[in-house]
């Protein structure tokens, strides 16, 4: 695999639902545009993307135009749909020129050339998203043969790499049980099944019970909770689970200042912040 | 009349990242239409009404104040200071080098910070709260026959028959400090300056103050006194947390307040203010801090909700709001909640968070994009530095022994091998020493920094510097010193004259110029460690700062450093230094560039009339001709009619394509 696709699949992982626009998932600050399009044809040809287009400009196909001339009232079509028909009829046009309502045009056009009776001109690939053969090929089937190639990622991309392999850990059952024991010692015996996701409620007793077990004053660091709730929950949950928290004033999360006590994993386990250091302790109200 | 994106293209971004900081409240002044009172305002009440109490009964209350990174507690003291300080005396104590030095580090600071000029005053804290004791008012007949100072230490004294500690010498300071042609000497007694002989018969003192049991009792006198005038004394101590991070930091910090509380030094208000996770996690190191009990109050800087947060913006927009045609839809129109919302879980930040989002989303409409941290730099040092200038204006504002550290900071910072403060060892000037591994002749260097006007102490360290040379423990000593010597034919001197005119030993006469700079890196790192350091949208870490303060080339001009020839003299190995002195249209270059690299695109009235505004005697030509440069130079781009600069602006073209083309 290029480096820029694989770029560009990491820089997907970023993205809510892994799907995003066309502008966010440059695999470099410096791909333009239409090379990021050309990516994503080329992956989606691999069926590892799902492209989601716009189409910028059409014409009416040779089956479309004997619809029009067909006897009207029994063909299976909206009004909206005879309108662009007979719209394109005139030549090629713009969705603009349909005069729908903006949020109603694209759907009816690509859905008009999927049964074939308008060509698009013009397509444009507004957003991707991650097929299930895509989240299947980086979590089972990724593998550099050359190991000597340099890949210079930055942290954003390891970290979505890192954190979609998590989500795959934390909600999937492992495929095959595995003989090594937990290395991580946890208080309470792992459960043989998926265990039932914590309501923020009960979340809140397991700080304190953490909290009083350590001690820490109330002044939680939030790996410990992480090891307890992960999974169940992924961290992702946990994290809107805890700011559903800070929102309802029962907690507060406190920044790190000095990280000189932390190993470098517990240090991942804060909340990073634009302009400031990571969340990283939890203070019950 | 333009409206609002054209107002905010044109004119510096309101969100001026150097006000994303505060640091002591006694160097910055906070502007009122900026502050947000709903921000912390129980806190403020909760500590106004302890400074009420013991106003009333004098009993010494300390408070905790804890908050998070960015959190604001700075700007939060400048805020309590504006609003009490008619009524309280205000010191600012700021983090400490060294645990054995802590009391005369307090003292050192309070007295510092009673020499500044409250607001709306024309005197000094300690000026109008003398002038306002009793003792002044005595317009007797007594005091013409026993003459005013006898009078007024008399007076003192019947005041206070017990408990204040060298009474005579304490009362004899405090008139001297009324009298303006002694001022400063008093002043610096009272801050335990090691003072020569003939200062301390101008004085009528017999000696200095010298140890830890002397500063914490001049404290317990100073509070003492103040009390008789209702002005409690508010010692803040801020930032303190890279001497509480380090060994034994905060139990000594914790072990002074107990004794102001156990020794019954009345009418104080300490204020700890600390990082939580500074405060949480040295408390959990140090379990047995029995200390906390004489904490009487905890008072907690919460995060500010999205409402606050949008006031701040509000306030700092306003001005450009008041100018814009049509009037914009919201009172924070460009920026929307939505990216406030989207920085701040479960809808809790910090100000300084909201300040940093805001100048970058002004940036980007700029169509400019981030700022680089290396070029804020610059920016964020001027701004220091010309603080400093102001506020230091003496070398021996700093103790000889902060100095020395100073200079060993900065030797460090700048990657001298082997920096060593306190080098003498077994000296009473251990202090005052340091030593360091030259890095061009690999040779050990040892240096004494002694800035007390006091003879005996010139001599005696003088002895120790004799030792050090006969024991040869160093390949060169160097002695600084910018006080005076002394006659020839004392001791001292001689023994100077016999050690240090030849070679390899020798003297440096400092500059107040490069105390500043050691003075502004220390205070920047200071912050850095605290947390409290904004660069550009970066909080950056002391090492980064280091990093910072290598790349920027800042301490090039530093003469200290050339005497030392850490740093090349102009023009030694063909790089390009800036003359000296600077001739004034690379200034006006420089500024300009600076500007523009910081702000990215800008009106170019708005950028002249702040260069205008920057430097005296300049011509708009002058400025005119160095913009022309630029843009010929192809480092700056002007756009617009260039029949009229003025309705031009101007933008900085990115390095990568200046060289291409």
């Given at each position: 695999m290029e480096t820029k696709e694989l770029k560009l699949l990491l820089q997907l992982l970023g993205c809510p639902d892994y799907r995003g626009k066309v502008g966010e998932i440059k695999p470099t600050s410096g791909t333009k545009v239409s090379e990021t399009q050309r990516l994503c044809r080329k992956l989606a040809d691999r069926e590892l993307v799902i492209l989601h287009e716009e189409i910028k400009k059409f014409k009416i196909s040779p089956a479309g135009k004997t619809l029009l001339k067909a006897d009207v009232e029994n063909l299976p079509l909206s009004e909206a749909e005879l309108k662009v028909l007979q719209v394109a009829a005139k030549g090629p046009s713009t969705p603009g020129d349909t005069q729908l309502p903006a949020a109603k045009r694209q759907l009816l056009l690509l859905d008009l050339c999927d049964r074939g009776f308008l060509n698009a001109i013009e397509r444009k690939i507004v957003e991707v998203s991650l097929s299930v053969r895509g989240k299947e090929f980086l979590r089972d089937d990724y593998f550099d043969a050359n190991a000597r190639r340099n890949l210079q990622l930055n942290a954003q991309l390891l970290t979505n790499y890192i954190q979609f392999m998590r989500t795959w850990i934390g909600s999937v059952p492992p495929v095959t049980p595995t003989p090594t024991p937990d290395p991580t010692p946890s208080p309470a015996t792992p459960p043989p099944f998926p265990q039932a996701k914590p309501s923020d409620s009960e979340l809140i007793e397991m700080i304190r019970k953490i909290d009083s077990r350590l001690p820490t004053n109330n002044y939680t660091p939030i790996y410990h909770l992480r090891a307890e709730v992960q999974p169940p929950l992924t961290r992702d949950e946990l994290d809107q689970a805890l700011f559903r928290l800070i929102e309802g004033d029962k907690i507060q999360l406190s920044s790190l200042q000095d990280g000189m006590s932390y190993n470098d994993e517990q240090l991942a386990a804060g909340i990073p912040q634009e302009f400031s250091s990571p969340l990283f302790f939890i203070i019950v109200n | 009349m333009a409206d609002i994106i054209t107002l905010l293209k044109q004119n510096y971004n309101p969100f001026d990242l150097t006000t994303a900081r505060s640091g002591n409240f006694w160097l910055e002044q906070q502007s009122p239409n900026l502050t947000v009172e709903s921000i912390h305002q129980e806190q403020i009440n909760e500590i106004v009404r302890v400074i009420e109490e013991v106003q009333l009964n004098h009993?010494?209350?300390?408070?905790?104040?804890?908050?998070?990174?960015?959190?604001?507690?700075?700007?939060?003291?400048?805020?309590?200071?504006?609003?009490?300080?008619?009524?309280?005396?205000?010191?600012?104590?700021?983090?400490?080098?060294?645990?054995?030095?802590?009391?005369?580090?307090?003292?050192?600071?309070?007295?510092?910070?009673?020499?500044?000029?409250?607001?709306?005053?024309?005197?000094?804290?300690?000026?109008?709260?003398?002038?306002?004791?009793?003792?002044?008012?005595?317009?007797?007949?007594?005091?013409?026959?026993?003459?005013?100072?006898?009078?007024?230490?008399?007076?003192?004294?019947?005041?206070?028959?017990?408990?204040?500690?060298?009474?005579?010498?304490?009362?004899?300071?405090?008139?001297?400090?009324?009298?303006?042609?002694?001022?400063?000497?008093?002043?610096?007694?009272?801050?335990?300056?090691?003072?020569?002989?003939?200062?301390?018969?101008?004085?009528?003192?017999?000696?200095?103050?010298?140890?830890?049991?002397?500063?914490?009792?001049?404290?317990?006198?100073?509070?003492?006194?103040?009390?008789?005038?209702?002005?409690?004394?508010?010692?803040?101590?801020?930032?303190?947390?890279?001497?509480?991070?380090?060994?034994?930091?905060?139990?000594?910090?914790?072990?002074?307040?107990?004794?102001?509380?156990?020794?019954?030094?009345?009418?104080?208000?300490?204020?700890?203010?600390?990082?939580?996770?500074?405060?949480?996690?040295?408390?959990?190191?140090?379990?047995?801090?029995?200390?906390?009990?004489?904490?009487?109050?905890?008072?907690?800087?919460?995060?500010?909700?999205?409402?606050?947060?949008?006031?701040?913006?509000?306030?700092?927009?306003?001005?450009?709001?008041?100018?814009?045609?049509?009037?914009?839809?919201?009172?924070?129109?460009?920026?929307?909640?939505?990216?406030?919302?989207?920085?701040?879980?479960?809808?809790?930040?910090?100000?300084?968070?909201?300040?940093?989002?805001?100048?970058?989303?002004?940036?980007?409409?700029?169509?400019?994009?981030?700022?680089?941290?290396?070029?804020?730099?610059?920016?964020?040092?001027?701004?220091?530095?010309?603080?400093?200038?102001?506020?230091?204006e003496r070398i021996r504002q700093q103790s000889s022994s902060e100095l020395a550290q100073y200079l060993a900071d900065v030797l460090e910072m700048l990657g001298v091998p082997n920096v060593n403060y306190k080098y003498m060892e077994g000296s009473k000037y251990l202090n005052y020493s340091l030593s360091f591994i030259h890095p061009k002749t690999s040779k050990e260097i040892g240096i004494l920094w002694n800035e007390d006007p006091n003879m005996r102490s010139f001599y005696y360290s003088m002895s120790a510097c004799e030792k050090v040379v006969k024991a040869g423990d160093c390949d060169r000593l160097i002695f600084i010193r910018h006080e005076p010597f002394g006659s020839k034919k004392n001791k001292g001197y001689k023994l100077f004259q016999k050690i240090f005119s030849g070679n390899p030993h020798h003297h440096i006469c400092p500059h107040l110029d490069s105390v500043h700079y050691l003075v502004t890196y220390h205070r920047l790192l200071n912050e850095a460690t605290s947390g409290e350091l904004v660069v550009g949208y970066d909080s950056p870490k002391p090492n980064h700062l280091k990093e910072l303060v290598k790349q920027s080339g800042v301490f090039e001009n530093c003469q200290l450093l050339k005497n030392l020839e850490i740093i090349d003299?102009?023009?030694?190995?063909?790089?390009?230094?800036?003359?000296?002195?600077?001739?004034?249209?690379?200034?006006?270059?420089?500024?300009?560039?600076?500007?523009?690299?910081?702000?990215?695109?800008?009106?170019?009235?708005?950028?002249?009339?702040?260069?205008?505004?920057?430097?005296?005697?300049?011509?708009?030509?002058?400025?005119?001709?160095?913009?022309?440069?630029?843009?010929?130079?192809?480092?700056?781009?002007?756009?617009?009619?260039?029949?009229?600069?003025?309705?031009?602006s101007v933008f900085r073209v990115p390095e990568d394509q200046r060289q291409a083309s």
């Open positions: - | 009993i010494t209350r300390t408070i905790l104040l804890k908050g998070d990174l960015a959190s604001g507690k700075s700007y939060f003291l400048g805020r309590l200071k504006k609003q009490v300080n008619q009524n309280a005396l205000f010191a600012y104590i700021g983090s400490w080098s060294d645990n054995s030095y802590i009391w005369r580090h307090i003292l050192r600071q309070t007295v510092d910070s009673l020499m500044q000029t409250p607001e709306n005053e024309s005197q000094s804290q300690f000026l109008l709260w003398l002038n306002s004791l009793s003792a002044f008012q005595d317009k007797s007949l007594t005091k013409r026959i026993l003459g005013e100072k006898t009078v007024f230490v008399q007076n003192f004294k019947s005041s206070y028959p017990t408990g204040i500690y060298q009474s005579k010498n304490f009362f004899s300071a405090l008139y001297h400090a009324t009298q303006t042609e002694d001022y400063l000497l008093a002043c610096d007694w009272l801050r335990g300056e090691d003072l020569d002989t003939s200062d301390l018969k101008k004085l009528g003192i017999r000696k200095s103050l010298s140890s830890e049991e002397d500063a914490k009792n001049i404290l317990m006198n100073l509070g003492r006194v103040s009390a008789k005038a209702q002005y409690p004394i508010v010692l803040c101590f801020d930032q303190v947390d890279q001497a509480c991070l380090k060994e034994n930091g905060l139990p000594t910090l914790l072990g002074v307040n107990t004794t102001i509380h156990n020794e019954r030094l009345k009418n104080f208000v300490v204020i700890l203010s600390l990082i939580q996770d500074t405060w949480e996690n040295q408390t959990t190191k140090y379990p047995c801090l029995a200390d906390q009990d004489r904490i009487d109050r905890t008072v907690k800087l919460d995060k500010i909700t999205l409402d606050q947060a949008e006031e701040i913006w509000q306030k700092r927009l306003y001005p450009l709001h008041q100018q814009a045609n049509p009037k914009p839809d919201s009172n924070i129109s460009p920026l929307t909640r939505e990216e406030l919302k989207k920085r701040a879980p479960g809808g809790r930040t910090v100000p300084r968070t909201v300040i940093q989002l805001g100048h970058k989303l002004i940036q980007e409409l700029k169509g400019t994009g981030h700022i680089k941290t290396d070029d804020s730099f610059l920016l964020v040092w001027d701004k220091e530095f010309k603080k400093i200038q102001a506020k230091v003299k102009p023009g030694n190995n063909g790089k390009i230094d800036p003359p000296h002195p600077v001739d004034p249209d690379t200034k006006i270059r420089d500024f300009l560039m600076k500007q523009v690299k910081s702000q990215g695109l800008l009106g170019a009235e708005v950028l002249i009339n702040s260069t205008l505004a920057e430097f005296d005697a300049i011509a708009l030509k002058d400025v005119t001709k160095q913009l022309k440069a630029l843009e010929r130079e192809n480092y700056i781009q002007m756009i617009g009619n260039d029949k009229n600069i003025k309705d031009q």
